[in-house]
């Protein structure tokens, strides 16, 4: 069955440094790939979109790879922030799937000043 | 980005009592809205996919006749979780999904309490 794996560990990242937070999956081939954030008691937050056939996308201070051979992206945060601290998730989605997305748990991010 | 809301934010009720949640979208219309259910550390799952104007389709395992949706204007859809019990206690969220785009805009979610 499809499977998405988040690190289920909170990620302690100081302030200022750069935060890697890994999405891993398998049994599926994502059309493309979503990172969203998430506050405690709140609704997810859509973040960035990177479809299959991009290496790389670029927010900000957001950065996020995709790397359909290993089934694997990474999410960066850099110079990150205290504010910066949420739950992170990703989800994947195929073009057939009328938009309905498979979602990994989440990674939390603690980044400490 | 669509801006949706949800109401009520928080609800408590004994075992039995039916609660409705509703989503609105305040900025566009949405023909398709998701509802999910959350528990804590865990992903969202998927519910039902509510179409306006026609039936939602439900997931596998989601019981279609305790999770009523209700889809009956482009601004507005209902969950009401009928004869709840403790177990279904959990944090209901909706998104919607704009039209040509893929991301999904997602309301501040209910938090269900059932003693």
């Known amino acids: 069955s499809q499977k998405i794996e988040q690190n289920s560990e909170a990620l302690n990242i100081q302030e200022g440094k750069t935060a890697t937070l890994t999405c891993n999956y398998t049994n599926y081939s994502p059309a493309y790939l979503q990172w969203y954030r998430q506050d405690p008691g709140r609704g997810p937050v859509f973040l960035l979109l990177?479809?299959?056939n991009e290496k790389e996308k670029r927010k900000e201070r957001l950065k996020v790879t995709f790397d359909t051979t290993l089934k694997q992206s990474l999410f960066h945060i850099t110079a990150s922030q205290p504010a910066d601290s949420a739950t992170y998730l990703c989800?994947?989605?195929?073009?057939?799937?009328?938009?309905?997305?498979?979602w990994g748990a989440g990674t939390k991010l603690i980044i400490k000043p | 980005g669509a801006v949706v809301s949800q109401h009520p934010s928080r609800v408590i009720c004994k075992s039995g009592t039916s609660v409705k949640i509703e989503c609105r979208s305040l900025?566009?219309?949405?023909?398709?809205m998701f509802w999910y259910r959350q528990f804590p550390k865990q992903s969202l799952m998927l519910m039902a996919t509510s179409n306006e104007g026609s039936k939602a389709t439900y997931e596998q395992g989601v019981e279609k006749d305790k999770f009523l949706i209700n889809h009956a204007s482009l601004t507005l859809s209902t969950l009401t979780v009928t004869s709840a019990h403790p177990e279904d206690s959990s944090f209901y969220i909706c998104s919607v999904h704009p039209g040509g785009t893929m991301e999904q805009f997602f309301g501040p979610g209910t938090r269900l309490t059932v003693l």
């Open positions: 900025d566009f219309q949405a023909t398709t």
């Open positions: 989800a994947l989605g195929a073009v057939d799937s009328n938009y309905q997305l498979i």
């Open positions: 990177i479809r299959e």
